[in-house]
């Protein structure tokens, strides 16, 4: 079954800390994975983009990961904002068809 | 500034009342979706159009109907017989396979 999971539901982390948020995925085929943050009553905006051949890549103070092999991807945040308290989504595209899988999501919120 | 457009942000519902919500895009891309987004559930596929006058029912499909007569408008109509509208509703155009979005329609149901 196509599935993508993410852990923790929610987290609450003080300014300035560092988290990290996982997503394990059963898509198949797989090509691409993506992380999208999503602020409260908005639409949910990209992030990242982690392609089957790639383990990390950086943005600013977002780093993700894609273990192709274990088929876990994770994001890791640096030095906290308040502007980070958002809701953030992995989503896995179903190579060669319209689909994309959503997992539920990891709600996070940064206090000061 | 190119990009999506839902409107209204905010819709309220009688119970027997069809509504339909907006979605236009001015990103020039062929395929859009439109997914309902529940507290602590995925977002679901309710519909989805790979180009003008094409369109295909998604996971959650009834209760709902679509029409695509322009590329850049993807309007969704909300009718009676969805028996549980009230959600956030997204619209997405897709574009080298990332997924643009709208800022959201929150429908409740009086």
């Known amino acids: 079954k196509n599935q993508v999971e993410q852990s923790p539901q929610s987290l609450i982390i003080l300014e300035g800390k560092n988290c990290t948020l996982q997503c394990n995925y059963t898509v198949s085929p797989f090509s691409n994975l993506r992380w999208y943050k999503q602020d409260t009553g908005r639409g949910p905006v990209s992030l990242t983009i982690?392609?089957?051949?790639?383990n990390t890549k950086s943005n600013r103070r977002y780093t993700a990961t894609l273990d192709a092999d274990t088929k876990q991807s994770s994001l890791h945040i640096t030095a906290s904002q308040l502007s980070d308290s958002a809701s953030y989504i992995c989503v896995v595209p179903r190579s060669g068809t319209y689909k994309y899988i959503f997992g539920t999501g990891t709600r996070l919120k940064v206090l000061a | 500034d190119g990009g999506i457009t839902q409107s209204p942000k905010y819709l309220f519902r009688k119970e027997g009342q069809n509504v339909t919500l907006s979605c236009e895009q001015n990103l020039n891309h062929d395929a859009m979706y439109w997914y309902r987004q529940d507290p602590g559930q995925g977002l679901r596929l309710i519909y989805y159009s790979q180009i003008v006058n094409d369109f295909q029912k998604g996971d959650i499909a009834e209760g709902y109907s679509v029409s695509r007569e322009k590329k850049e408008s993807f309007p969704l109509t909300v009718t009676s017989a969805q028996k549980n509208p009230t959600a956030f509703y997204l619209c997405?155009?897709?574009?080298?396979?990332?997924?643009?979005f709208g800022e959201g329609s929150r429908l409740t149901v009086l």
């Open positions: 982690m392609t089957f051949s790639e």
């Open positions: 997405a155009s897709k574009s080298t396979g990332e997924l643009f």
